[in-house]
């Protein structure tokens, strides 16, 4: 992975692990449920983003390398794989 892409997934790590914080907070000040709930909501979409700007960079690179250099078939393996990773 480059620095910048790096960068960039570092940051929002970091971001969602002051929300996660947060959210402890909330539940030990018996914060009102939907509240909860809501930012529950917004560390998944979150997470949602990280693995979007993972997979990105991986299919821009490593996928990409695999097909160049006739691995096609671990290529068609990772891909599936995380396909089946992200519908569940």
Not at 56 to 81: D, F, M, P, Y
């Amino acid at each position: 992975m480059d620095d910048k892409n790096k960068s960039k997934v570092v940051r929002r790590l970091k971001l969602i692990e002051g929300q996660v914080r947060g959210l402890q907070k909330m539940v030990d000040s018996d914060t009102y449920c939907i509240d909860v709930i809501t930012q529950t909501s917004a560390v998944k979409q979150g997470l949602s983003n990280v693995e979007d700007l993972l997979l990105e960079n991986h299919l821009g690179s490593c996928i990409l390398n695999q097909v160049k250099s006739g691995q096609t078939s671990r290529a068609k393996a990772e891909i599936l794989k995380v396909y089946k990773l992200k519908r569940k």
